[in-house]
């Protein structure tokens, strides 16, 4: 899994994944997008355009990093995610929780 | 109500050991799987279909890696069949490890709030709602068995 972090100047930042978000690598995307909270980072969009497959633990990365943006007075939004990921947003009503943004420039806005 | 059993129209049948960067077979083969069912059946289910079997193969392969050996240094294989039948598609999990004890849960209603949101725990959900049947045994010998099917 392919992990990029996108300061944007207009304000907020994209993280970029590439690759299947799933047991091998969650537990480091959590990692990373806690870590990029902490380092100022509180208005994240995770770009999912490239994420080939989730697992329930990839969701649980995406949703710890909910968690520390909030906590931080921020947010985390989800843009492009593809078919496999829009089934399991589905499978787990998570679609109905979390909003899935059609481009990153749309999560973007109003941050 | 149980499937009927017909012949199988295609299988495809791995092992793998139990750790986490095995589930890229996992999913090599079923892409295979997706090849021979494409060859076999005239009509075929769409894309969608698919991710959702494929999305509960992922969840019940992911939970036999991380738990069957758990307790052992060694690791150890686990069997990993799929069968194409006229009616259904069924994927099959086996290993030797360690009796599993917690049941496929019902998909439950999940919280509105995403700060309360859970982060682990609801992969056996997962697999329920996408699946028509999730099924686990463990037979005399010490096998654990999963069944996974869906019918189209």
Not at chain 1, 35 to 49: C, F, P, Q, S, W
Not at chain 1, 103 to 108: G, M
């Amino acid at each position: 899994m392919d992990y990029i972090l996108e300061p944007q100047s207009g304000g907020g930042t994209v993280v970029r994944l590439d690759g299947r978000l799933d047991l091998v690598s969650s537990a480091g995307v959590k990692q990373d997008l806690v870590k990029a909270v902490g380092d100022g980072h509180r208005h994240i969009v995770v770009d999912l355009a490239k994420v080939t497959f989730i697992d329930s633990s990839g969701l649980g990365a995406l949703i710890g990093g909910l968690k520390a943006a909030r906590l931080a007075g921020g947010d985390l939004r989800i843009a492009r995610p593809a078919e496999q990921a829009r089934v399991i947003f589905e499978l787990t009503t998570l679609d109905r929780v979390l909003r899935l943004y059609p481009s990153v420039e749309e999560a973007l806005a109003g941050y | 109500m149980l499937a009927t059993n017909h012949r199988a129209l295609a299988e495809e049948k791995v092992q793998l050991d139990a750790v986490p960067f095995e589930l890229s077979t996992v999913h090599v083969a079923l892409e295979r799987f997706w090849s021979a069912m494409d060859c076999s059946l005239l009509q075929t289910p769409d894309e969608r279909w698919r991710l959702q079997f494929a999305t509960a193969i992922a969840e019940i392969a992911a939970n036999v890696i991380r738990y069957a050996y758990a307790n052992r240094t060694r690791g150890g294989r686990i069997g990993f069949r799929l069968r194409l039948y006229q009616d259904r598609v069924e994927a099959r999990f086996t290993d030797r490890g360690s009796y599993f004890s917690v049941f496929p849960r019902e998909p439950h209603s999940i919280s509105t709030d995403p700060m309360e949101l859970p982060e682990s725990g609801f992969g056996l959900a997962i697999a329920h709602t996408a699946l028509d049947q999730l099924r686990h045994h463990r037979t005399a010998k010490g096998t654990n068995v999963w069944v996974l099917e869906k019918r189209f």
